[in-house]
């Protein structure tokens, strides 16, 4: 097997989908073998892509509150892995930004995953996270998330922390009242084990 570092200077050098980037290439992750949590989240945003910081935006700051974590320990990536199902930021289409791009995870997600040995919770962040990591097929993402408990400890789904959904929290107050308290226990219990 590839030792992680190994791994992680192919990922960044990879240029697999280079000519369907608009903005160019640049691969944003955060992985330790170490970890305890993963977040298996869509792409990097423009903000993102710029900063080269996973969830450096409106979304990661709603994602922390919701995990109820500090940015020194979303950024600590002994405790917090960070795997996107794309790795570059894909460009923006008529409704946000496009979805990750199809080369980027069967190139690197299995081979990025095997490294994850003390990895005790998967937050499965968004449409695209859910139809890889959750097994079971659901029709809507809110279908998905609203059954959370059949997951459970091992993996939360969660909607996309975007201020884009904002309509969509309003709409869902049951995610608000029953599974944010259960992630922010889950996260604390497995970050402090």
């Given at each position: 097997m590839?030792s ?9 050098a ?7 980037l608009p903005h160019?290439v640049?691969p944003?992750?955060?992985?330790h073998s ?5 977040i ?5 945003g423009?903000?993102v892509?710029?900063s080269?910081?996973?969830?450096d935006?409106a ?7 919701w995990?109820?974590?500090t940015?020194e320990?979303?950024y600590?990536s002994?405790?917090?892995a960070?795997?996107p199902?794309?790795?570059c930021?894909?460009?923006?289409g008529?409704?946000?930004?496009l ?7 069967p ?6 995953l095997?490294?994850l ?5 998967t937050?499965v962040?968004?449409?695209?996270a859910?139809a890889y990591h959750?097994n ?5 993402l809110?279908e998905?998330?609203r059954?959370?408990?059949?997951c459970?400890?091992t ?5 996309h922390?975007s201020p884009r959904?904002n309509i969509?929290?309003?709409r869902?107050p049951?995610f608000?009242?029953e ?5 922010r226990?889950r996260v604390s219990e497995?970050?402090?084990?």
């Amino acid at each position: 097997m590839t030792s992680l570092n190994a791994l992680l200077a192919e990922v960044r050098a990879c240029t697999l989908c280079a000519a369907h980037l608009p903005h160019g290439v640049r691969p944003v992750l955060q992985i330790h073998s170490q970890a305890r949590v993963l977040i298996a989240g869509q792409t990097p945003g423009r903000k993102v892509h710029e900063s080269g910081v996973p969830f450096d935006d409106a979304s990661g700051d709603r994602l922390r509150a919701w995990m109820g974590v500090t940015r020194e320990v979303f950024y600590d990536s002994k405790q917090i892995a960070i795997l996107p199902m794309g790795f570059c930021f894909p460009g923006t289409g008529k409704s946000g930004d496009l979805r990750p791009r199809p080369e980027c995870a069967p190139a690197w997600r299995d081979q990025l995953l095997s490294h994850l040995h003390h990895l005790d919770v998967t937050l499965v962040v968004g449409q695209y996270a859910q139809a890889y990591h959750i097994n079971e097929k659901r029709s809507t993402l809110t279908e998905t998330v609203r059954d959370w408990r059949s997951c459970w400890p091992t993996m939360i789904p969660l909607p996309h922390p975007s201020p884009r959904n904002n309509i969509w929290l309003s709409r869902n107050p049951w995610f608000e009242k029953e599974l944010l308290p259960m992630l922010r226990r889950r996260v604390s219990e497995v970050l402090e084990t």
